[in-house]
């Protein structure tokens, strides 16, 4: 079961975006591309056949996994996530400090 998922909202927890908050748009293995965090600019050659204009590209990449906490709202900062089976055998999220299920 992954710990982080897509749509999740999250909270980077280091590198140049330290603080900033995000919803996670896809996850590529150990990595994510989080919406809004991570941009960098790219040098890009126009491409006329697939109607690509060149230029400066302002574009999101991935951030590792390790460096964004799920956001927990209740507590308003970022949390560790664990996971819990019930007693129907059902693997459900956890926050870890307080214990509240992430998934309803």
């Known amino acids: 079961m992954q710990k982080i998922k897509k ?9 140049k975006d330290k603080g900033n908050r995000g919803s996670v748009q ?4 150990e990595f994510l591309l989080v919406g809004g965090i991570n941009k960098v ?3 890009q050659k126009p491409n006329p056949v697939k109607g690509v204009s060149g230029g400066i590209v302002e574009m ?4 590792h996994i390790s ?11 970022g ?9 129907d055998g059902r693997k459900v999220r ?3 400090s307080s214990g509240e299920q992430i998934d309803a």
Not at 7 to 15: K, L, Q, T, W
Not at 26 to 29: P, Y
């Open 79 to 87: 949390d560790r996530v664990g996971i819990k089976v019930l007693e």
């Open 7 to 15: 749509n999740d909202d999250v909270i980077v927890i280091a590198g």
């Open 67 to 77: 460096n964004v906490a799920i956001f927990n709202a209740a507590a308003k900062k």
């Open 41 to 43: 600019k790219k040098h």
């Open 60 to 63: 999101e990449k991935p951030i």
């Open 26 to 29: 896809r996850v590529l293995g």
């Open 94 to 96: 956890v926050f870890k």
